[in-house]
């Protein structure tokens, strides 16, 4: 079921055509934590044996679910991995209460999916502060594991949505020793859109054989090169998640090394997919009509430019500029010269559409 709410003027044509991958199942359920007559519960089941790799919030008001997550990354491939996800309460600043409605859930998945408890990863996704009703999910999970399916990762990715306004997916296919690797990611998130992530849950799929630290390197770099690279609003969330998950069923040799250039292809396929599921979440935030991106070249380092560009980003004034279509670039000068980096006046030069 497609969102009620208007969709953005920046949304793609279409939600691309997502191959399924080796290894991952997946099902959705409508649980009513908060929507009614839609989807908004999504399980995913790994195989034994995958690899998986994740990135959070830096918030200092994580959600349980993230917490819970950062606990569990690394523990044994053997069992296999589950993932749920809901939406419509974020499950977060819920205190005692929030631990308890992860732990209830993680136990009911365990139980429906054989997966140990260990490899259970959770998530919710919506309003703050407000008590996450489990036991609506919980009293599903049988069903849902009955329905899961290698299809249905088009329905996952509407089924994690709250104040989208369109499901995000993107697909990429590379090469690994010789072998055809697939890499599928579906995610959400449309406000609280800042660096350090934003309300964005973000899931990735891929049937490449790479050991799990391989897989962190790779994660870990590239989501500050995507999704840390994104805002809207400069609002921090509390629930961020990414994971990558590798089943390994693609045949090609288990990668070991980051700097093997047999990864060189998937690598660039794999930041292929972040970057086009970064843009898609900026693309929905909420009341957004422009898309503008900001490239900072000749800085002393990465991380000035980083801060340079993000003072631009996020400066109201520009913002406004913008969304009046007023080229007003004083207000650019004025974004970089707040700083007190101490950039000289006349280094500067600004380009603007060309």
Do not use: H
């Amino acid at each position: 079921m497609a969102s009620s709410l208007p969709k953005s003027p920046l949304a793609p044509a279409a939600f691309p055509t997502l191959l399924e991958i080796d290894g991952v199942k997946f099902a959705t359920i409508s649980a009513a934590v908060k929507y009614q007559n839609r989807p908004d519960v999504m399980l995913a089941k790994c195989i034994p044996g995958t690899s998986i790799a994740g990135t959070f919030t830096q918030s200092a008001t994580r959600s349980a679910p993230v917490l819970d997550c950062q606990k569990k990354l690394g523990g044994s491939e053997q069992n296999g991995a589950a993932i749920l996800v809901n939406a419509g309460n974020a499950n977060a600043f819920t205190g005692q209460k929030g631990i308890e409605a992860v732990q209830a859930i993680v136990n009911a998945t365990s139980d429906a999916t054989q997966i140990p408890a260990g490899r259970v990863f959770t998530a919710s996704t919506g309003v703050i502060g407000e008590p996450l009703p489990f036991d609506r999910i919980t009293k599903k999970l049988t069903e849902l594991n009955a329905n899961l399916a290698p299809d249905k990762i088009t329905e996952a990715a509407t089924a994690i949505m709250t104040t989208d306004t369109y499901a995000k997916g993107a697909m990429a296919i590379c090469e690994v020793n010789g072998n055809k690797i697939k890499i599928a990611g579906i995610a959400k998130g449309s406000g609280m859109i800042a660096p350090d992530m934003a309300t964005m849950l973000i899931y990735i799929f891929t049937d490449a054989k790479v050991d799990r630290d391989v897989l962190q390197a790779m994660t870990t770099r590239l989501c500050d090169e995507t999704f840390n690279c994104i805002t809207v609003d400069s609002d921090t969330s509390t629930n961020d998640s990414v994971f990558l998950m590798a089943s390994g069923m693609a045949g090609n040799r288990l990668i070991t090394d980051a700097n093997d250039p047999a990864l060189a292809d998937f690598r660039a396929a794999l930041a292929a997919v972040m970057r086009d599921l970064a843009i898609q979440i900026v693309r929905d935030g909420e009341g957004a009509t422009k898309l503008v991106t900001i490239d900072i070249a000749g800085a002393k380092t990465n991380a000035v430019a980083r801060q340079i560009g993000l003072a631009i980003a996020n400066s109201p004034l520009v913002k406004t500029a913008i969304a009046g279509e007023d080229a007003n670039w004083g207000r650019i000068v004025m974004a970089i010269g707040k700083l007190g980096i101490g950039i000289a006046s006349d280094a500067i030069s600004i380009d603007i559409g060309g």
